[in-house]
């Protein structure tokens, strides 16, 4: 009898819902069975079945449906009807039903009303209207039964709400929290109306990947990499999406920990998802732009000219089917780079720059804006590698300042302001400009600032950092500089262990004390740092498969220096061994091979001061007489060359007795680095006292030794300017003793009386002033605010720059280019 009652009420509403009858459910017999059927079916104690208090409370909603509008007591019966059978059976609740039930149940209306929140916070981006969703939720969820349906719903806000903080702040914990929210939702029961409930494994897939890169641990990335895995096992899952997603986390592992097999797993992927793709499947532009990402890194990591074609062409296609998708259009730009960097018939480089700069146009998330921003200007700066357009280093920094005023979140930032300091370092090789060099120690810092121990980039970071510290050491000789150069590195070392730090990582710290001891007033104070250093560049070489040139000529510069402070003829051999190795695994057209040209003619040069062997001397000048001829007038390790040149031409002279051709193009070497914007004022001192002084020795050239010390006392201000510390600028004045004197005298010897009172009284001037302020406030305003002290730094030079403008005498004008003999 109940079946048979429940089944003829049943057909009522069906009338309605089904066919429209709305007479069906208005009609006065209609709450009369519905009457009857309660009475029918109470027992003693009051209890009615929950089939039939569901079945009435439907009737009630349904003629609330009937009559939209009208004000009776239909929606009232319903909501408490309802809300009976929601308390006790919450997955029978109808979903469409509750907001009626908002008012009787506190936590259904805080749900409710943080899902209108993030309507408009979606809209306008309210931060605050964020938060208060955020917390309504927090609020409401512990109310849900487990397995209540719409415990779901609020489950998925919350989750979305905390992505949606996320991209405003870039804490990795709150996609932390957001991914267990959204594994919960996958495991919960969904209501039966929950629209696309398939889409909900890929969100889940899809933050995890998010917070892999946003926190940067392998564990997070291997999570995701599981569960898109598993997911893509799973039956009715979107096997091109899961396969494209799985090549892109795949073949992030290989960029963070080097997993060759991950990323043939990731070609394996993005093939079998192109495959998979129809040519009318929205999701093929995605798998074909992704595959070849991951074929880049295959051509970038083997050197392999075709797959990097094959890269190119799989990202034009991407794009001819999302032109104005800003992302495909930024791995277009990359993938060209890399084909430019690979190939023997490089593609225009332009078309880079243009694809670059068409991602930009077409961006329209601030995140995707920055990433391309940071693509146009890698673009900008290969071409300003390869052509040497100063305007195209500056666009770059332009186009990176803009990427990180886009990058809202840690994640986008940190990778920006790397490629920030890294540019604007090699701007300052460029030019000179301290700034530059300070503002790419700021930009590092910041990116550092924003990292934790343990993220991928961490160490990487750090690393720039000591390197870019150190660079300014050079520049400034503030010891403060290289022994935080030296901390940091030595800082991630320990933290990683020996065994994982990378060669770059070692190769970073072995710099930064080779730097300390090389600029040292004795090197056998600093023996421990020299024979650290060469552990560290041994490390270093030992951690690649193949000996990388570079890496092999670290060692040999360290054997070398080393040597300087041990006199053990076993580090120079050493050092000259493995230099000579590097000479025949650089590329002929490398920049850095005059570098190790140099320093490799150099040592022959010291092995001939004992070994007394002409072919030493011999080779030295050779191969520094090639540096020199091939060394770019831009590059800054010029002054090195031209440095060393001036000793091995030095020596030729003296054990020539004399030769005039040796001394005056000794003479010409050093007036040369002299006058190098890019050096440091203590290198440029250097030369010019060497200058001055061979000058002097030379028969009739007084007005050339004239020009030499005057050149040098015009450094003056620069080699002890005021942003120094007080010992660092008493060690540097040292080296100008007598110095006054003695430039006063070689012009008057030139017959230049005036030129004589001025230098005298321009030296002493320089030495009096630093005697009278020297000033120890900056010490004190680093220890609070380093980045405003670097700044002062910086004006202060500018400020304390004096105009250096050296003529040649006209009997050097004439001369043939330098060029020595073997």
């Given at each position: 009898m109940?079946?048979?009652?429940?089944?003829?009420?049943a057909?009522?509403?069906?009338?309605?819902?089904?066919?429209?009858?709305?007479?069906?459910?208005?009609?006065?017999?209609?709450?009369?069975?519905?009457?009857?059927?309660?009475?029918?079916n109470?027992?003693?104690?009051?209890?009615?079945?929950?089939?039939?208090?569901?079945?009435v409370?439907?009737?009630?909603?349904?003629?609330?449906?009937?009559?939209?509008?009208h004000?009776?007591?239909?929606?009232?019966?319903?909501?408490?009807?309802?809300?009976?059978?929601?308390?006790?059976?919450?997955?029978?609740?109808?979903?469409?039903?509750?907001?009626?039930?908002?008012?009787?149940?506190?936590h259904?209306?805080?749900?409710?009303?943080?899902?209108?929140?993030?309507?408009?916070?979606?809209?306008?981006?309210?931060?605050?209207?964020?938060?208060?969703?955020?917390?309504?939720?927090?609020?409401?969820?512990?109310?849900?039964?487990?397995h209540?349906?719409?415990?779901?719903?609020?489950?998925?806000?919350?989750?979305?709400?905390?992505?949606?903080?996320?991209?405003?702040?870039?804490?990795?914990?709150?996609?932390?929290?957001?991914?267990?929210?959204?594994?919960?939702?996958?495991?919960?029961?969904?209501?039966?109306?929950?629209?696309?409930p398939?889409?909900?494994?890929?969100k889940?897939?899809?933050t995890?990947?998010?917070?892999?890169?946003?926190?940067?641990?392998?564990?997070?990335l291997?999570?995701?990499?599981?569960?898109?895995?598993?997911?893509g096992?799973?039956?009715?899952?979107?096997r091109?999406?899961?396969l494209?997603?799985?090549?892109?986390?795949?073949?992030l592992?290989?960029?963070?920990v080097?997993?060759?097999?991950?990323?043939?797993?990731?070609?394996?992927?993005g093939?079998?998802?192109?495959?998979?793709?129809?040519?009318?499947?929205p999701?093929?532009?995605g798998?074909?732009?992704?595959?070849?990402?991951?074929?880049?890194?295959?051509?970038?990591?083997?050197?392999?000219?075709?797959?990097?074609?094959?890269?190119?062409?799989?990202?034009?296609?991407a794009?001819?089917?999302?032109?104005?998708?800003?992302?495909?259009?930024?791995?277009?730009?990359?993938?060209?780079?890399?084909?430019?960097?690979?190939?023997?018939?490089?593609?225009?480089i332009?078309?880079?720059?243009?694809?670059?700069?068409?991602?930009?146009?077409?961006?329209?998330?601030?995140?995707?804006?920055?990433?391309?921003l940071?693509?146009?200007?890698g673009?900008?700066?290969?071409?300003?590698?390869?052509?040497?357009?100063?305007?195209?280093?500056?666009?770059?920094i332009?186009?990176?300042?803009?990427?990180?005023?886009?990058?809202?979140?840690?994640?986008?930032r940190?990778p920006?302001?790397?490629?920030?300091?890294?540019?604007y370092e090699s701007?300052?090789?460029?030019?000179?400009?301290?700034?530059?060099?300070?503002?790419?120690?700021?930009?590092?810092?910041?990116?550092?600032?924003?990292?934790?121990?343990g993220?991928?980039?961490?160490?990487?970071?750090?690393?720039?950092?000591?390197?870019?510290?150190?660079?300014?050491?050079?520049l400034?000789?503030?010891?403060?500089?290289?022994?935080?150069?030296?901390?940091?590195?030595?800082?991630?070392?320990?933290?990683?262990?020996q065994?994982?730090?990378?060669?770059?990582?070692?190769?970073?710290?072995?710099?930064?004390?080779?730097?300390?001891?090389?600029?040292?007033d004795?090197?056998?104070?600093?023996?421990a740092?020299?024979?650290?250093?060469?552990?560290?560049?041994?490390?270093?070489?030992?951690?690649?498969?193949?000996?990388?040139?570079?890496?092999?000529?670290?060692?040999?510069?360290?054997?070398?220096?080393?040597?300087?402070?041990?006199?053990?003829?076993?580090?120079?051999?050493?050092?000259?061994?493995?230099?000579?190795?590097?000479?025949?695994?650089?590329?002929?057209?490398?920049?850095?091979?005059?570098?190790?040209?140099?320093?490799?003619?150099?040592?022959?040069?010291?092995?001939?001061a004992?070994?007394?062997?002409?072919?030493?001397?011999?080779?030295?000048?050779?191969?520094i007489?090639?540096?020199a001829?091939?060394?770019p007038?831009?590059?800054?390790?010029?002054?090195?060359?031209?440095?060393?040149?001036?000793?091995?031409?030095?020596?030729?002279?003296?054990?020539?007795?004399?030769?005039?051709?040796?001394?005056?193009?000794?003479?010409?070497?050093?007036?040369?680095?002299?006058?190098?914007?890019?050096?440091?004022?203590?290198?440029?001192?250097?030369?010019?006292?060497?200058?001055?002084d061979?000058?002097?020795?030379?028969?009739?050239?007084?007005?050339?030794?004239?020009?030499?010390?005057?050149?040098?006392?015009?450094?003056?201000?620069?080699?002890a300017?005021?942003?120094?510390?007080?010992?660092?600028?008493e060690?540097?004045?040292?080296?100008?003793?007598g110095?006054?004197?003695?430039?006063?005298?070689?012009?008057?010897l030139?017959?230049?009386?005036?030129?004589?009172?001025?230098?005298?009284?321009?030296?002493?001037?320089?030495?009096?002033?630093?005697?009278?302020?020297?000033?120890?406030?900056?010490?004190?305003?680093?220890?609070?605010?380093?980045?405003?002290?670097?700044?002062?730094?910086?004006?202060?030079?500018?400020?304390?720059?004096?105009?250096?403008?050296?003529?040649?005498?006209?009997?050097?004008?004439?001369?043939?280019?330098?060029?020595?003999a073997?």
């Amino acid at each position: 009898m109940f079946d048979e009652q429940l089944e003829a009420f049943a057909r009522r509403l069906d009338a309605f819902q089904l066919h429209g009858e709305s007479s069906a459910v208005l009609e006065p017999e209609a709450v009369a069975e519905a009457k009857q059927l309660w009475a029918d079916n109470q027992g003693p104690d009051g209890a009615v079945p929950l089939e039939v208090v569901y079945v009435v409370a439907k009737l009630y909603w349904l003629r609330h449906q009937a009559r939209p509008g009208h004000d009776d007591e239909d929606p009232r019966i319903a909501a408490d009807l309802f809300t009976a059978v929601y308390q006790a059976a919450p997955q029978m609740l109808p979903n469409e039903v509750a907001p009626l039930l908002a008012d009787h149940l506190p936590h259904l209306r805080q749900t409710q009303d943080a899902a209108g929140i993030l309507r408009g916070v979606i809209a306008d981006g309210d931060p605050d209207g964020l938060a208060h969703a955020i917390s309504l939720l927090r609020q409401a969820l512990p109310s849900y039964a487990r397995h209540d349906p719409l415990r779901a719903i609020a489950l998925i806000n919350l989750g979305t709400a905390l992505q949606m903080r996320f991209d405003r702040g870039g804490d990795p914990e709150l996609l932390r929290s957001a991914t267990e929210l959204f594994r919960e939702a996958v495991d919960a029961p969904l209501p039966e109306s929950f629209p696309r409930p398939d889409a909900l494994p890929g969100k889940y897939v899809d933050t995890l990947a998010a917070l892999a890169r946003a926190s940067g641990r392998l564990s997070d990335l291997d999570t995701a990499i599981e569960a898109t895995e598993t997911l893509g096992a799973a039956d009715g899952a979107d096997r091109v999406k899961g396969l494209s997603r799985l090549c892109d986390l795949l073949r992030l592992r290989f960029e963070w920990v080097g997993d060759r097999a991950a990323l043939a797993k990731a070609v394996k992927s993005g093939r079998a998802a192109v495959d998979m793709a129809a040519p009318d499947d929205p999701e093929r532009a995605g798998c074909l732009s992704l595959l070849s990402v991951a074929l880049r890194a295959v051509a970038l990591e083997d050197h392999d000219a075709a797959v990097m074609a094959e890269a190119v062409r799989l990202s034009r296609a991407a794009v001819e089917l999302g032109p104005q998708d800003a992302t495909f259009l930024s791995n277009l730009s990359a993938a060209l780079l890399g084909f430019i960097n690979s190939s023997e018939d490089p593609a225009d480089i332009d078309d880079a720059i243009d694809a670059a700069q068409r991602a930009v146009d077409h961006a329209r998330h601030d995140g995707v804006r920055a990433a391309a921003l940071s693509n146009l200007a890698g673009a900008l700066r290969s071409r300003y590698h390869q052509l040497g357009r100063l305007d195209d280093l500056s666009r770059a920094i332009d186009a990176l300042l803009a990427a990180e005023a886009a990058a809202g979140t840690a994640v986008d930032r940190v990778p920006v302001l790397s490629n920030l300091g890294t540019a604007y370092e090699s701007r300052f090789s460029r030019t000179g400009n301290a700034a530059d060099l300070d503002s790419a120690v700021r930009a590092l810092r910041s990116a550092v600032a924003l990292l934790t121990e343990g993220h991928f980039a961490w160490s990487v970071a750090v690393g720039g950092l000591s390197t870019a510290l150190c660079a300014r050491f050079e520049l400034r000789r503030r010891d403060a500089d290289i022994d935080l150069a030296i901390e940091l590195a030595r800082e991630v070392v320990a933290a990683v262990g020996q065994e994982g730090a990378t060669a770059n990582l070692l190769t970073s710290l072995g710099h930064a004390l080779m730097t300390r001891a090389k600029y040292a007033d004795s090197l056998d104070d600093h023996t421990a740092d020299l024979d650290e250093a060469v552990g560290c560049f041994q490390a270093a070489l030992d951690r690649v498969p193949e000996a990388e040139a570079t890496m092999v000529a670290n060692l040999g510069g360290a054997l070398s220096i080393r040597f300087q402070a041990t006199q053990r003829q076993a580090d120079l051999t050493a050092a000259i061994d493995h230099m000579n190795t590097a000479l025949t695994l650089f590329d002929p057209g490398d920049p850095a091979r005059n570098y190790l040209l140099s320093n490799l003619g150099d040592c022959h040069r010291v092995r001939f001061a004992w070994s007394r062997d002409p072919g030493d001397l011999e080779r030295a000048a050779a191969l520094i007489g090639e540096a020199a001829e091939g060394a770019p007038d831009n590059d800054p390790r010029r002054f090195s060359v031209l440095l060393n040149l001036g000793h091995v031409l030095a020596t030729l002279t003296q054990e020539s007795g004399g030769a005039e051709d040796h001394a005056t193009q000794t003479v010409s070497a050093w007036r040369t680095a002299a006058g190098m914007r890019t050096a440091s004022a203590a290198q440029r001192f250097e030369a010019a006292r060497n200058w001055a002084d061979l000058a002097a020795s030379l028969p009739g050239q007084e007005a050339l030794a004239a020009d030499g010390h005057a050149a040098a006392v015009d450094l003056l201000p620069l080699l002890a300017w005021h942003g120094l510390e007080r010992g660092d600028r008493e060690s540097l004045l040292t080296r100008s003793i007598g110095l006054a004197g003695a430039a006063a005298a070689t012009a008057l010897l030139a017959g230049r009386p005036n030129q004589s009172i001025d230098l005298l009284e321009h030296g002493r001037a320089v030495q009096w002033t630093q005697a009278l302020q020297l000033r120890t406030d900056l010490a004190a305003l680093r220890a609070v605010a380093p980045e405003l002290a670097d700044r002062l730094d910086a004006l202060r030079q500018e400020l304390d720059k004096p105009v250096v403008e050296i003529e040649a005498p006209s009997w050097l004008v004439d001369q043939p280019g330098i060029h020595v003999a073997g």
